[in-house]
């Protein structure tokens, strides 16, 4: 593997972007879009120490979706949230100590000289540890900065000085008058290496996370499972949900956070299934297989309540094919009582795998 080269142009914008104050202008909620000459569109959020720059719509969603939760969602729904934020982060460090040793090693390789904001670079893929910044994830990381010094500049000269100063000014200079239920983002698009300065409207209903669906296309199969006999009053609570820590998965070189499924019989108060898969979109097959499975053992049940963003999405279209009622299970502290007993389980000290991996403390995290 050939040694890999210390890009000095992303430390040289770091320095000049840590030591110009951004976040004295722009407030985390003061959320600006950068697309990159690619097409492609960061929603960057800045804090004192650290921006996130949401990549894309999965990440643009992420972002509504933990910023408008409910004050009174489960801390298990919030640490869901968290890890479901698809984001570029830079995290600026007062000490060089406080950084990961690979991280100092690229700050002294670049020869840029810090007496603060020591930056360090990571990428939050959704569902995953956030890891080492890419060479693509770099460029794009020195098109944010460049993007953030730009606006700063910019905005400045249309009456946002500080994080107290709304975009109010700007957009009526724009000619755009602000209504309700309309917020418009300053968007900034890289072309030519020019940023040229617009205003989009944040469409944010029409933004939200997508789980797969299951369904049979196989009619044989189909007609087999809705000609089992089911059991008379029989229910199953199916519980889906992220673990919150992070393992060592088998086909990434990341730590993830993986999805789990529990089938659980609350009249014979029995887990009779527990697996989980580290990527949900690619793997909830093998959640219904096991599903199916259990019938084929135990026999058909005559309704599902499902817990768990996933668990409804997943069930609601294969269970009324198999004859089998679907709802939704609402708020149960059982479901919440044997979801975190089975936390304890897994994350006691005996057995425990802990991830050692780049750290990421900040506001945003």
Not at 144 to 162: D, P, Q
């Amino acid at each position: 593997m050939s040694k890999r080269k210390t890009n000095v142009r992303l430390y040289e914008v770091a320095k000049a972007y840590s030591e110009a104050a951004i976040a004295d202008v722009f407030s985390e909620s003061d959320l600006i879009c950068i697309r990159t000459p690619d097409g492609t569109a960061y929603y960057v959020s800045v804090v004192s120490n650290a921006f996130a720059a949401y990549r894309g719509e999965v990440g643009l969603t992420g972002y509504l979706a933990l910023a408008f939760v409910d004050d009174e969602a489960s801390p298990l729904e919030a640490m869901e949230l968290e890890q479901a934020q698809e984001c570029l982060l830079a995290v600026f460090a007062e000490e060089k100590e406080d950084l990961e040793k690979r991280d100092i090693k690229e700050v002294d390789a670049s020869g840029v000289t810090f007496t603060a904001g020591y930056p360090q670079f990571r990428f939050k893929e959704q569902y995953r540890y956030p890891w080492y910044a890419t060479r693509r994830d770099e460029e794009d990381l020195i098109i944010i900065m460049e993007g953030l010094l730009f606006a700063k500049e910019y905005f400045s000269g249309h009456n946002k000085r500080t994080q107290s100063d709304s975009f109010t000014p700007w957009l009526e200079e724009m000619g755009i008058v602000q209504t309700d239920g309309l917020e418009y983002l300053p968007t900034l698009s890289l072309e030519e290496g020019q940023f040229s300065v617009s205003a989009k409207v944040l469409q944010d209903e029409a933004y939200g996370f997508v789980f797969p669906q299951a369904f049979f296309t196989d009619e044989e199969r189909q007609l087999y499972f809705k000609r089992m006999k089911a059991k008379s009053g029989k229910i199953l609570y199916y519980i889906t949900g992220v673990i919150p820590e992070p393992i060592m998965g088998k086909q990434d070189h990341r730590p993830v956070y993986p999805t789990f499924a529990i089938t659980f019989d609350p009249q014979g108060d029995e887990v009779l299934d527990f697996r989980m898969v580290e990527d949900y979109n690619k793997e909830h097959g093998t959640f219904v297989k096991a599903l199916l499975t259990l019938f084929e053992q135990q026999g058909k049940v005559q309704a599902i309540h499902c817990f768990g963003k996933r668990s409804l999405p997943l069930l609601e279209k294969i269970g009324p094919q198999m004859g089998i009622m679907v709802v939704d299970g609402g708020k149960n502290e059982l479901v919440d009582e044997l979801i975190i007993s089975m936390f304890d389980e897994l994350f006691s000290p005996i057995g425990q795998e802990h991830v050692h991996g780049p750290h990421c403390d900040h506001d945003h995290d």
